[in-house]
Every structure is written in C-alpha cells, then in structure tokens.
C-alpha cells in the first residue's frame, strides 16, 4: 500500500488483527463467491454471499463492543488506519508544507504547515508513521527526532505571530530514543515543545487519531481541548515497555495495558482527555470516510469553544486545565 493511496479505501481491511481472524474467514468467503461469480455467467451466489455477509456483521458488533486494552491497541497500531497524512488530505484545503527546523535537518515523522479548516486559516501539525516499508523507514515509523519537535516550535511560533489556531494529530508510539537523537538533546526538544504549547495565545487543539506515547505526544497534546478517537491509546508508555521494565517480560503487554488505564474511556474519566470522537464500527480503517467526518465535527466543536477568548484567557484555560487534571477524584 503505498502512501498515496486514496482516503476511500474499500470497507474490507486488507489485513486482519489477530483477534479479526473468525471475521477474516466470513468476509474472505463472500468475497471468494463474489469473485467466482463474476467469472462464471449464471452462477448465483448472492443469497449465500448475504449469509455470510449478516454473520460477518454479527461477528464484528460482538469483536468490538467490548474491546480489552490490549486489542484497543492493536486496533490503534492497525496497518490500515488513517494516518496524518490521509485527515490532512481529507480535512484541510490549501495545504502548504513547511519543512525544517533551521537547525539541523528536516524530521520527516513530523509534518505541518499551513492550511485551511472550514475556510479558517490554521497552522497544522502531527506525525505521521507511513504506510508501506519505504515510507515508515523514512518517517522513522511517526517517531520524532529533536529536529521534528524543534519543527513543530517553529511552526507553533507562526501561528502564535499571525493569529492563527494550531491544530495537532498524534500518532506516535513516542520519541526516537536513539543516540544521534539524544546528543542532539531530544529531552530538551521535547520539554520546549511543551512549554511552547503552554505559551501560545491562540487556540490549540489535539486529536489521538492512533498512538499517543509519552512526552513525544505530550509534546504536541498540551492543548486547549484534547480529543481522542474511540479505539486510540493515550499511555506514559508502550505496553510492551511498561512489561518490559516491571516483570522483565514483554509478553506480559496485556497486563500491562490493563494497568495502565490508557483506553479513551479511561482517560475521559481521569479527565486527561475532554472528549471521544467515536469510530465507525470495526475501527477507523474500515469506514475512513465516517471517520473523518467524527474527527472534522470535533474539530469543529472544539475551536468554537474558544471563540471570542483573547490570547490571555487562552493561555490561563490551557494552564488551568493541566493543574486541575485530576482534582475532582482526589477531591473524591
């Protein structure tokens, strides 16, 4: 699948999660009669093809109504979800890329620019993990250098100098920890990306469209309002690490997911995150259209929200809701 593939991708996956493999059997099947069919004049399969289609169905409303942590992070890593690229293509007209962070490089895991939402100019940012073997390497599988937050610094300082809204879309299992990345101080890069949330005065808004790992989407999910897409996680860690640093064991990732409370209901309810876009049935990559128009309503939403406030008041609504995150349940 290559990264330019169209944002209308047919209703069947392409790839199956682990736990999808029964359901992989049912639609495999209505396929296969389909496909026989149409080679073969008078062959009517449609009522059996129809069988199969109602059970997959089925199938599909039990798999997902009561997903564990862990398959919501399967269903969040899945190789078919729509990724950065596909909701700027789908959401934003007039998009213009701006690369570099006049420093040292351009950090591909992390795009932006300036674009148009709704007809309202707007400055957007996210990373993206790439589709096919050739793009995740060059995207570094959406996991940031210092040279990518320091990008997002620059284009954050943009929209604060001409009054534009700041819209950001995470998807990272968290920063590059390698060792060109931290002797170009990946800590640091990270740290001023977050203050440099704190300080805009201009609306900044935040999507979990898949992974939110740790300080690297922190760094971009410091905003106004945080939204998150029905089956994303939004984690300190990836449950594998979590496993791998407390039992020594990465093969204890279920446990660990189931611990670390990182599902959006979790969140919502530890106030971490203001609100769940919900996800067509089957996750995001089985209806991309539905699924950008959950993500555009809230984006929608949540800018209105903070119509009318001046660069002031955006600044202490953006502070005053990471102090308080937390309070009413320890007040509890």
């Known amino acids: 699948m290559s990264e330019t ?21 049912f639609e495999g099947k209505a396929r296969e009669l389909r496909t026989m069919a149409r080679e073969s004049e008078g062959m009517d399969v449609e009522s059996e093809a129809a069988a199969l289609d109602a059970k997959a169905a089925t199938m599909l409303k039990d798999l997902y109504k009561s997903l564990t942590p862990w398959r919501k992070c399967q269903v969040a ?58 793009s995740r390497i060059e995207r570094n599988f959406g996991m940031a250098r210092p040279e990518g937050y320091r990008k997002a610094i620059r284009l954050m300082e943009l929209a604060d100098k001409f009054g534009l809204p700041v819209i950001t879309l995470v998807d990272t299992p968290g920063a590059y920890p390698g060792k060109g990345a931290e002797e170009r101080g990946q800590s640091e890069a990270i740290a001023r990306s977050t203050e440099k949330c704190l300080q805009l005065g201009v609306p900044i808004v935040s999507v979990i469209i898949g992974e939110g790992g740790s300080g690297g989407a922190v760094a971009f999910a410091t905003a106004n309002r945080v939204a998150m ?14 496993a791998s640093i407390l039992w020594k064991d990465s093969e204890k990732m279920r446990e660990a ?55 002031q008041q955006l600044i202490k609504d953006r502070r005053q809701k990471f102090l308080a995150m937390g309070s009413k349940r320890l007040a509890a």
């Open 5 to 25: 593939q169209s944002n209308s991708l047919p209703s069947e996956p392409t790839s199956y999660l682990d736990f999808e493999k029964p359901l992989a059997e």
């Open 77 to 134: 890593r899945h190789p078919d979800r729509p990724h950065c690229k596909d909701y700027i293509e789908a959401l934003f007209s007039e998009y213009t890329p701006l690369a570099g962070d006049r420093n040292f490089a351009d950090d591909h895991a992390v795009m932006g620019g300036l674009a148009r939402f709704n007809d309202r100019p707007v400055v957007v940012i996210g990373q993206e993990k790439g589709y096919d073997t050739k």
């Open 229 to 242: 897409l029905e089956h994303s996680v939004y984690s300190v860690i990836t449950p594998e690490g979590c």
């Open 257 to 311: 997911a189931e611990a670390l409370r990182l599902t959006a209901l979790n969140l919502k309810e530890l106030e971490v995150i203001d609100r769940i876009v919900p996800e067509p049935l089957g996750g995001a990559h089985r209806d991309r259209r539905a699924a950008f128009t959950s993500v555009e309503t809230a984006l929608t939403e949540m800018l209105g929200e903070m119509e009318g406030l001046s660069p």
